[in-house]
């Protein structure tokens, strides 16, 4: 009787330390997160914000520009244009700021505040600043020409080719003058030499992924519609799976201490050690974020997310600040 009854005592013990063990992987009782609009948009959501340090950012959707001086919880239109696609802004240092409004480049000397014509390419072009006056773009200077790897160091006033035959790509970004990054249909591609030469870093990451930014220290979380998710910490040489899911991701944000957050159709995920553990902040039944679509989320630190998307009963665009409890 006593073997039973310990019996019993173990295997109750078990079964606790079991429901213990799934209570604590179990998204819900980990992050709470609380929806917050900022401020309604008359247009659609912005693609891309672009934070320079905790207080000053730009943002950008297809019609128009914002800026911000109190860390994102207020907006000012500062760009707007009927007909143009606005692209995603370059901020490389404090008071400059870069944007292309179809063919046209814009640049701002004053934070985003104004907005003054750069220069027009033949076509829309990709561009990425480095610095302040130096940077890169991919796009035509004339109808007749190919698409070239072009350089300014000039603010943008004049270009002049780099690579007169660049792998075709639709997204670069430049951590300095002699290494870049670049998405094409073939692969993610890596340069060491300003652009002279390019190599495929993984042909298995293509064009379905994702467009993201290589972080100054090697580091890149890069999820595809599928719900793939991968992450480098050595520039790109080497790549982990570290989330698979069966929904689309529409954006995903990350810092370099391995804090990573995505929004897929419904469900805000997070993750603090690099991908090993997720974790959901917001779920589709919650009255929260079962009303909205996020397409871009900034992580400001490990309890704060901006975000912009709809919502979806009135279909309103916003500005959103995303609490973590």
């Known amino acids: 009787m006593r073997h039973r009854l310990f019996a019993s005592i173990l295997l109750f013990t078990f079964l606790l330390g079991l429901v213990s063990c799934m209570k604590r992987v179990e998204p819900s009782d980990f992050y709470i997160g609380q929806v917050q609009p900022l401020q309604l948009l008359e247009t659609r959501a912005?693609?891309?914000?672009?934070?320079?340090?905790?207080?000053?950012?730009?943002?950008?959707?297809?019609?128009?520009?914002f800026k911000t001086n109190n860390g994102g919880l207020s907006w000012t239109l500062t760009h707007d244009i009927v007909g143009g696609?606005?692209?995603?802004?370059?901020?490389?240092?404090?008071?400059?700021?870069y944007f292309m409004d179809d063919n046209d480049l814009y640049r701002s000397i004053d934070g985003g505040a104004t907005w003054n014509l750069a220069f027009t390419f033949y076509t829309g072009a990709n561009i990425s600043f480095y610095k302040g006056n130096c940077g890169y773009a991919y796009s035509k200077l004339v109808s007749s020409s190919p698409y070239y790897l072009l350089k300014t160091v000039n603010a943008g006033?004049?270009?002049?080719?780099?690579?007169?035959?660049?792998?075709?790509?639709?997204?670069?970004h430049f951590l300095n003058e002699n290494v870049g990054f670049a998405e094409s249909?073939?692969?993610?591609?890596?340069?060491?030499?300003?652009?002279?030469?390019?190599?495929?870093?993984?042909?298995?990451?293509?064009?379905?992924?994702?467009?993201?930014?290589?972080?100054?220290?090697?580091?890149?979380?890069?999820?595809?519609?599928?719900?793939?998710?991968?992450?480098?910490?050595?520039?790109?040489?080497?790549?982990t799976t570290v989330f698979q899911g069966d929904f689309n991701i529409f954006c995903v944000t990350f810092t370099e201490n391995g804090i990573c957050f995505l929004a897929t159709e419904g469900v805000l995920l997070m993750t603090k050690n690099w991908g090993a553990t997720w974790h959901t902040v917001l779920r589709d039944s919650g009255e929260d974020f079962g009303n909205h679509r996020f397409y871009y989320l900034l992580l400001k630190d490990d309890k704060?997310?901006?975000?912009?998307?709809?919502?979806?009963?009135?279909?309103?665009?916003?500005?959103?600040?995303?609490?973590?409890?």
């Open 85 to 97: 696609y606005v692209g995603e802004p370059e901020y490389p240092q404090a008071d400059t700021a």
């Open 304 to 325: 704060t997310v901006l975000a912009a998307g709809h919502e979806f009963i009135s279909y309103d665009d916003f500005f959103y600040k995303i609490t973590i409890e």
């Open 185 to 239: 249909t073939s692969g993610y591609l890596r340069t060491t030499d300003g652009g002279l030469t390019w190599v495929n870093l993984d042909n298995a990451i293509t064009s379905t992924f994702t467009t993201g930014h290589m972080s100054p220290n090697g580091i890149l979380f890069r999820s595809m519609n599928s719900g793939l998710v991968k992450l480098t910490r050595d520039f790109g040489t080497t790549w």
């Open 46 to 65: 912005p693609a891309c914000i672009k934070m320079y340090d905790g207080t000053k950012g730009i943002a950008s959707n297809y019609y128009q520009a």
């Open 157 to 172: 006033g004049s270009w002049f080719v780099v690579n007169y035959s660049p792998p075709s790509c639709y997204n670069i």
